[in-house]
């Protein structure tokens, strides 16, 4: 397995260009199974879960061209409606083209997604929704199967906040006869870029980004080309990066500034510069970090994506911080890693009281999930010494070249083939 190895204390000067949205491509490129024709997708990142994305489709009859960041999709006549298990363990987000499927081919048998590290990650809330619009759920082997003559819209109101739920529910209803209401759906950019994606092919959808989305069903969708909304994450990353080591300045291109108002207002709290621009950000790190809490929430709340993140910045504070992580129930693992760099972080159930220290120190740390390696990549970057990222297979799934960047912005990092 590759590792990252960082030489640290070396503050990062420069601009880096954002790449395309992991979260929106991943549902955008599920929809190619709602379309009569092909879905020409631009700013595709290339990462491993977008090329696992495109295995799930073609195994489900879609003509699939990934080329660098752009995709070729054609959704042909199939009768193919199973996700199966080696696909989906790799990846939770093969879950979306359980709405898709349901919606043109009547039938969908998705294997259960089951837990991952951050969290048992259940998908009630997208069967319930299903349900509501016609359709019969059965739970067997360990596979979730969905079926309906017909889907008619109805209303609907998530218990629970969820991203894909709202995905996946958008989907279905923009085929489903009649109107749709979905309430208390999630406000995510993503789902808003989705939206746009399916009424570019001729869905009606509106409210999209609210948590009231109405759907008025269609007979099809027609091809369409589509750009892929820039990557909020990747971008919070590379800001919180710039703010941790005083001499440190990043200028982060091509992003969506409006995506990020929350963390840019604690960025400022914490004492960062920042200067704004159109699609463009830059920070400027302060000389003393002062301690900022944050609590995570569903969009426009701070990004529970972005916890992890800002915990190995609050590290580095003059004073102590609380993060509360209300999102996901197994959300710390990173913590574990950053306490052998030198952190002072105590756990108590979903919150972590850190006390920042004078500096951290490089050591042999473990990647455990997506965002806990980027904070273990911001940590190491601006501790004293050496530090080896283990298990970095998992930032492939979600950065694009992260260490090319870094390096680019004057970071002593490089990955070694393990
Ligand atoms: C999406 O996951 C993102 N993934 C996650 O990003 C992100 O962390 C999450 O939204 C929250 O913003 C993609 O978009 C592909 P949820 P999702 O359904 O949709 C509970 C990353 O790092 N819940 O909004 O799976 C659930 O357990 C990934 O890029 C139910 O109880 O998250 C969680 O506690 C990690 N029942 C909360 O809701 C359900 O049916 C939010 O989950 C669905 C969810």
Redesign the pocket.
Known sequence: MDKIIIEGAHPLQGEVTIHGA??AA??IMAASLLLDGELWLKNLPQLSDIKTMVKLLEHLGVEGDLEKGQARLLSKKSKAVEAPYDLVKTM??SV?VLGPLLARRGRAKVSLPGGCA??????????KGFEALGAKVTLEHGYVEVEAKALKGATYTFD??????T?NLIMAASLAKGETILENA?C?P?IVDLANLLIACGAKIKGAGTSTVVIEGVQSLQSTEYRIMPDR?EAGTFLIAGAALPGSQVLVKETSVKSLDHLLIKLKEAGAKLKIGEDSIQVTAPKKLKPVDISTA??PGF???LQAQWMALMCLAEGSSVIAEN???NRFMHVAELKRMGADIRLDGHTAFVRGVKKLSGAPVMAT???ASASLVIAALAAEGKTEIGRVYHLDR?YELLEKKFRSLGAKIKRVKG
């Open positions: 992991k979260n991943l549902p939770r987000a979306l951050i969290g048992e990650r259940p998908i009630d809330q997208h069967l629970v906040v969820s991203v894909t739920g995905e999630a995510e993503e994450i569903p969009y990004a529970t994506d999102i996901f129930e999930d997506l965002r979600g």
